[in-house]
């Protein structure tokens, strides 16, 4: 019962997606074959005497010419098949000639728009079929010569060819059409790459030279050229990753995505920005995809530095929980009460809430969740999970 119904499915399918314009065709066929002046417009081959009046298996044939084109732009070949044999019967039995018989043409023009994939058996086949139906038509008694047939195998292979050529101008037309869309993304990645490059880059390195200054003029020991010091090698950092990411969105360089064992080196950086952070690994490391250490990577990157921002007094821990079957990250902010007005340092501006939002898509695209909020404590808790790919 199952199988029946899977095949109903199958077969069902495309006749539910027929288009309107498909319909119509083949209906115009039909309604044609029987309009004076039209009706015995169309294909005639073997050149028998119409001695045969119309009858209901003259119009069946009819209808079995003109109705598989329907369905010719999902089952070309197939169409091409039950058309053709159609069409022999209608000629071998001697009925007039009817309009119907150019819906041939559609099929074989059709088959050629939509090659199939192994070409060279199908044509073969073809031959063979069509050099049978001639042998069929010469003892039925057709006055046609040779000459003729093969005139008329000609005219079909043509009508083939023609589709054959119409799609080949249609995938010129498309690809470069693509091309012309990659150019101009590439020359806006570019355009896009030079204005970073003239207004981030200048705007960093001037923090750069002037933490640098700063810090020789307090001096190296003082806490705040210490701190000056951190700056510089941030912004120095900072500079690097940027030139970096410029020349891949410019395609000059590859793109380079961080890992996992790179956390500790984040973790350090934060420690000599000033922040009081902790890195906890549980579980055995083991690789995974770079896309997902990189997501990785990434909430760690962001949920330490949005530390930094808002709540550069307390307590981060970084805990990574390295599972068989995913890898997790749990990055918790100690709560507590805020510093004294004055005491603490300087808050910075809020940020504009894309940074969670962000990550949140990143995480998902790599199959994994992403959940923050804030804590009992007063704290805030960003928890990431990754399921583990096949690297």
């Keep these: 019962m199952f199988e029946t119904t899977a095949w109903k499915e199958r ?64 089952f070309p070949l197939t169409c091409l098949v039950v058309v053709a044999a159609a069409f022999t019967a209608f000629q071998l039995l001697r009925y007039p000639n009817a309009f119907a018989s150019l819906a041939l043409i559609v099929a074989l023009y059709t088959a050629g728009t939509r090659p199939p994939r192994r070409p060279v058996p199908v044509i073969a086949g073809a031959v063979a079929a069509y050099a049978l139906v001639c042998s069929f038509l010469h003892l039925a008694g057709s006055r046609a010569t040779v000459a003729d047939y093969f005139a008329f195998g000609l005219v079909l292979a043509a009508c083939c060819a023609l589709g054959g050529w119409v799609r080949a101008r249609a995938l010129d037309a498309e690809e470069r059409r693509r091309r012309a869309e990659a150019d101009a993304a590439a020359a806006e990645r570019a355009r896009i790459a030079r204005d ?156 504009g809430g894309r940074g969670l939002t962000g990550l949140r898509e990143r995480v998902g695209a790599v199959g994994g969740e992403l959940r923050a909020g804030p804590s009992d404590d007063g704290g805030f808790t960003v928890h990431a999970n990754i399921p583990r790919g096949e690297k």
């Design 196 to 351: 970073l490059h003239d207004v981030v880059t200048h705007h960093v390195t001037s923090m750069v030279v002037q933490a640098d200054t700063a810090g020789y003029l307090l001096g190296r020991s003082d806490r705040v050229g210490t701190t000056l010091t951190s700056i510089g090698e941030t912004g120095r950092r900072a500079l690097d990753d940027l030139r970096h990411l410029l020349g891949v969105l410019d395609a000059r360089e590859e793109p380079t995505a961080p890992s996992l064992g790179e956390l500790a080196g984040l973790v350090e950086r934060s420690r000599r920005a000033g922040q009081n952070v902790d890195l906890v690994e549980d579980g055995e490391p083991r690789p995974m995809r770079p896309q997902e250490e990189e997501a990785l990577y990434r909430v760690v990157q962001e949920s330490v530095t949005n530390a930094l921002k808002h709540a550069p007094d307390r307590h981060v821990v970084v805990r990574i929980d390295h599972g068989d079957d995913a890898v997790g990250a749990r990055i918790t902010t100690g709560g507590g009460a805020p510093p004294a007005e004055g005491t603490g340092p300087p808050r910075p501006h809020p940020g």
């Design 11 to 74: 077969v069902l399918r495309p006749v539910r997606r027929v288009r309107a314009a498909d319909a119509l065709l083949p209906a115009a066929f039909v309604a044609l074959s029987f309009v004076p002046g039209v009706a015995h417009q169309g294909v005639d081959l073997v050149e028998l005497p119409d001695d045969r009046s119309l009858d209901t298996l003259g119009l069946a044939l009819i209808a079995a010419q003109a109705a598989p084109l329907a369905l010719r732009r999902r």
